[in-house]
């Protein structure tokens, strides 16, 4: 989650989290060869076969990575209504990959995904209204979004609600809440809401103030490739330190 009041995949010295973590694709080992794909190619009617493809440049498996090749896949399979290139095209855009970054154009594709009850784009759109992109930031807005994604179990969509209930945005501020939230999305592996758990500990906010208990939260995610985990968990340590020379 990146940090700047999502998150935001995402994710405190004192740093509040942001909302809006974002799922990523997942690496599908079932993808098709590539002496599968010049079938998909001359079938265009195959939303799905293209969909495919798209990954495999978006990652750069078995081939070199290139996100504008990427794209002009996942727009043929979104075009066939296939959800996923609905909202993969929608992450497209938001984030400027192989295509200037336009916050509109992202919305229209997670709208269209999102009806067909893509709860990734679910999220994402919740994210948009979180942050007033491309739409008036609008926390109440966020919310309902988030919680039909976390109703599909969208571990990043649980998160996010937990972000929303610790700065009372959009609803009353409700660290208990918070951390219910946090706690049901790290059970997933979640990183982000483990790093988010570690300061709720660390900062005594809904629990009793537990050091011990906030390096466990952060260790964890840091094991997840969390940097800003790493970060808490180093600056604790050289606190400690400081503390333990002047003793």
Not at 143 to 151: P, T, V
């Amino acid at each position: 989650m990146k940090r700047s009041v999502v998150r935001t995949l995402v994710l405190l010295m004192l740093v509040f989290p942001t909302a809006g973590q974002c799922q990523n694709f997942e690496i599908d080992d079932t993808l098709p060869e590539i002496s599968a794909w010049w079938n998909a190619e001359v079938d265009h009617g195959n939303g799905e076969k293209q969909y495919a493809i798209a990954m495999r440049y978006y990652y750069g498996r078995d081939v070199r990575r290139d996100y504008a090749k990427a794209l002009r896949w996942l727009r043929l399979s979104a075009e066939k209504g296939n959800a996923a290139g609905e909202y993969a095209t929608g992450f497209m855009f938001q984030k400027g990959l192989g295509v200037e970054q336009n916050y509109v154009e992202a919305m229209k594709w997670y709208r269209l995904a999102a009806e067909q009850g893509n709860d990734n784009a679910q999220n994402q759109i919740g994210y948009m209204y979180h942050h007033g992109w491309g739409v008036t930031t609008d926390y109440a807005e966020a919310m309902k979004w988030y919680r039909l994604s976390a109703a599909k179990g969208n571990l990043a969509a649980e998160d996010n609600i937990g972000v929303l209930y610790e700065h009372g945005e959009g609803v009353e501020q409700d660290y208990v809440e918070a951390m219910k939230w946090y706690r049901l999305s790290a059970s997933k592996g979640n990183g982000e809401a483990e790093l988010n758990i570690g300061n709720l500990y660390q900062n005594g906010l809904g629990v009793e103030r537990d050091l011990e208990k906030a390096i466990k939260w952060y260790r964890s995610a840091a094991a997840k490739g969390n940097e800003e985990a790493a970060k808490k968990l180093s600056a604790m340590k050289d606190d400690t330190a400081q503390v333990a020379h002047h003793e």
